[in-house]
């Protein structure tokens, strides 16, 4: 299983910003495309945006559209959630993830690989 290691992860108040960053190790994922999902307590983990692996196509979750940028370096093996204008209801933990092909999707399974996840906490 390839490791992904997000992180950038904490505790914020409403209406500030986070960037989230998800790395790959011992394999490159620079032809696959990326996701963020993320996992409230008492609900199912839902879809957050998505990027296709040369960043030509993006995607988001109508909660988050306006506020969230996803995006990826190639080179670095990294991709990014900036999270502006974050909101209570933004609390989760997020996850990454990384399917076997490069078109982006909305649905977590169709993604091959995981993070462990990070928390996000807004306060209020």
């Known amino acids: 299983q390839v490791p992904l290691v997000e992180s950038g992860g904490g505790l914020v108040q409403a209406g500030g910003s986070l960037r989230l960053s998800c790395a790959a190790s011992?394999?490159?994922?620079?032809?696959?495309?990326r996701g963020w999902f993320r996992q409230a307590p008492g609900k199912e983990r839902e879809f957050v945006a998505g990027?296709?692996?040369?960043?030509?196509?993006?995607s988001y979750a109508d909660s988050v559209q306006g506020r969230f940028t996803i995006s990826r370096d190639n080179a670095k093996n990294t991709v990014y959630l900036q999270m502006n204008s974050l909101k209570p209801e933004d609390t989760a933990i997020y996850y990454c993830a990384a399917r076997a092909i490069g078109n982006l999707a909305t649905t977590g399974n169709a993604y091959r690989y995981w993070g462990q996840g990070t928390q996000v906490t807004v306060s209020s």
């Open positions: 990027i296709s692996w040369n960043g030509g196509s993006t």
């Open positions: 011992g394999l490159t994922l620079s032809s696959v495309a």
